[in-house]
């Protein structure tokens, strides 16, 4: 459950690794802060991280239950955050949130579900003592801009895959796992987006708010992010609208396909109804029918039939029913 638990100087350098039960004896220091990484922890452990860096009771009990919307909160001395992660697994977009909580000498990520590890945001900021040196609020610019560049390759991966979709949308036949694909690609974007676009309004306030947590050198960084934030939501926007087209492409074309379909079976049925008729009138039982007296009326009815046939056929022809 416990990542990472680093000290830091405030000059940037990394001290070290410590224990949860070290936290207190490293805060005493008044040149350190703390950075722990947690991965789905239990209760116990929350509760001892809410004794040692004096966590509210409600950010907690949000960060031990997860499934919480994306927010900002404020509680007293401490900032405390809820992001939507996302993960490309087997084609599928599976979905997590990450906790933090941000105070002046220590920053604390919570991930549940589906999340990457932020190991490599962490190196980045020990390879960047000079920024670092700024606190734990680097740490979550860190952070934040590693989940959403994250987030660009699934929409990237997305649209790839529907360019080798489209092969199979403009195909004659209806292919149902085409067309369901299609359908699923559409819903998780829109789930993404759901998870995303609240992002906005948090790095938003990062850049304007929070003077007590945020150093002004540090808000053109979360500026950065969020037009990183911005490029993902109008991404995810103008997939969702070509998925929307190709799905509506696909059953127009079925359409179209079935239509013609029933124009051949309906041009066959005309040029089927023409002899039919002909030959139903010799079907009566009528005493005086002339040309069954005459040689020459076998083969003239045949010559008209196909006669009739052929004009049909023609002018079905003609309009390209055939």
């Known amino acids: 459950?416990?990542?990472?638990?680093?000290?830091?100087?405030?000059?940037?350098?990394?001290?070290?690794?410590?224990?949860?039960?070290?936290?207190?004896?490293?805060?005493?220091?008044?040149?350190?802060?703390?950075?722990?990484?947690?991965?789905?922890?239990?209760?116990?452990?929350?509760?001892?991280?809410?004794?040692?860096?004096?966590?509210?009771?409600?950010?907690?009990?949000?960060?031990?239950?997860?499934?919480?919307?994306?927010?900002?909160?404020?509680?007293?001395?401490?900032?405390f955050i809820v992001v939507q992660t996302a993960q490309l697994i087997s084609g599928h977009i599976a979905f997590g949130e990450t906790h933090i909580f941000l105070g002046k000498r220590y920053l604390i990520t919570v991930r549940h579900g589906a999340s990457l590890s932020y190991k490599p945001a962490r190196h980045a900021c020990e390879k960047n003592p000079e920024m670092l040196a700024l606190g734990p609020s680097y740490g979550l610019y860190a952070v934040l801009d590693y989940i959403v560049d994250n987030l660009l390759p699934i929409v990237r991966d997305f649209r790839e895959e529907l360019q080798e979709l489209e092969k199979d949308i403009f195909a004659d036949?209806?292919?149902?796992?085409?067309?369901?694909?299609?359908?699923?690609?559409?819903?998780?974007?829109?789930?993404?987006?759901?998870?995303?676009?609240?992002?906005?309004?948090?790095?938003?306030?990062l850049v304007r708010l929070h003077p007590g947590f945020i150093p002004d050198d540090l808000r053109v960084y979360f500026r950065d992010i969020y037009d990183h934030v911005f490029r993902v939501n109008?991404?995810?926007?103008?997939m969702r609208e070509m998925l929307a087209a190709a799905i509506n492409v696909n059953l127009s074309l079925v359409t179209f396909g079935q239509n013609e379909v029933m124009k051949k079976l309906a041009g066959w049925a005309a040029m089927l109804a023409a002899p039919t008729l002909i030959t139903s009138w010799y079907g009566m039982n009528f005493t005086h029918m002339p040309e069954l007296s005459q040689p020459w009326a076998y083969p003239t009815i045949m010559g008209v039939v196909a006669c009739v046939v052929g004009t049909i056929y023609l002018a079905l022809k003609r309009a390209k029913w055939f």
């Open 234 to 238: 109008e991404s995810i926007s103008a």
């Open 173 to 205: 036949t209806l292919n149902r796992d085409t067309v369901r694909r299609l359908y699923d690609m559409q819903r998780d974007l829109m789930t993404l987006r759901l998870a995303v676009a609240p992002m906005q309004d948090i790095i938003n306030q």
């Open 1 to 79: 459950m416990v990542v990472n638990c680093v000290a830091y100087r405030t000059d940037g350098t990394r001290l070290r690794d410590i224990s949860i039960d070290d936290i207190s004896e490293a805060l005493k220091q008044p040149d350190t802060f703390v950075w722990v990484g947690l991965h789905e922890p239990d209760s116990p452990l929350l509760l001892k991280l809410q004794e040692e860096f004096d966590l509210h009771d409600l950010a907690v009990e949000d960060a031990q239950h997860a499934h919480q919307h994306t927010k900002i909160e404020t509680y007293g001395d401490a900032l």
